[in-house]
């Protein structure tokens, strides 16, 4: 039982450049969700997905898209990183209140 | 103003201490509050959820909520090395988005 899975882990981009994060989880939650963690700033949503074949956006979607593509994937795509989108980017599956997993995180650095 | 706010700490205590953490929020609708470890380069791990006002126990950890002050904590007692982590609060009003504090780096030195 893997939980949550991120790909890549570290990732270095230049200005301008696109990339995909994929998240997968084998727990069959319904529910799964983006988030970007930075300094002083805490763990922002910036896209969820309450159930496959929905997306919705979070606190801080501007840059981004997703894509739900089936109940385990869910993937976040920077089109043209931009130096503020340096961040933590963690993928969560959660069912509930008390069933919540986080993956490990994929460390992105735009130059 | 942020909707949740955390002291980030850093915060050193000696083993054996009794560590307390603490958030307070402004939005009065969140009703689910939660507490997560979150060691370094890793992602966050739910320690425990709590509903409404009250205390709730799990072993060393016990999760405080005081609505009326907006005000929620989480004490660990007996603290160890192994409790060497950064605390991050959370709560949620509707049905999905955290709000999360920025996070408390705890230091538990043998």
């Known amino acids: 039982n893997a939980g949550v899975t991120q790909t890549p882990k570290f990732q270095v981009l230049k200005t301008g450049q696109s990339m995909t994060l994929q998240c997968a989880q084998d727990m069959n939650h319904n529910s799964m969700y983006w988030y970007r963690q930075d300094p002083g700033m805490g763990l922002r949503l910036i896209y969820y997905s309450a159930s496959e074949g929905t997306t919705d956006k979070g606190e801080v979607p501007n840059g981004y898209n997703v894509s739900r593509l089936n109940k385990r994937e869910f993937s976040l795509r920077l089109e043209s990183a931009a130096p503020s989108q340096t961040s933590v980017y963690f993928c969560?599956?959660?069912?509930?209140?008390?069933?919540?997993?986080f993956g490990p995180g994929t460390r992105l650095t735009v130059l | 103003q942020k909707e949740v706010e955390q002291d980030p700490g850093p915060l050193s205590v000696p083993e054996g201490a009794i560590v307390s953490l603490n958030c307070t929020y402004s939005n009065s609708a969140f009703q689910y509050f939660m507490w997560y470890r979150q060691y370094s380069r890793k992602g966050p791990e739910l320690l425990m959820y709590?509903?409404?006002?009250g205390n709730k126990e799990d072993g060393r950890f016990t999760a405080q909520v005081d609505k009326s002050s907006k005000y929620i904590s989480l004490f660990i007692r007996d603290s160890q090395p192994s409790d060497s982590a950064t605390y991050l609060c959370?709560?949620?009003?509707?049905?999905?988005?955290?709000?999360f504090g920025t996070g408390t780096r705890l230091t538990v030195i043998p």
């Open positions: 709590t509903y409404s006002s």
């Open positions: 959370a709560m949620i009003a509707g049905a999905n988005n955290l709000f």
């Open positions: 969560a599956s959660i069912e509930s209140y008390n069933e919540q997993f």
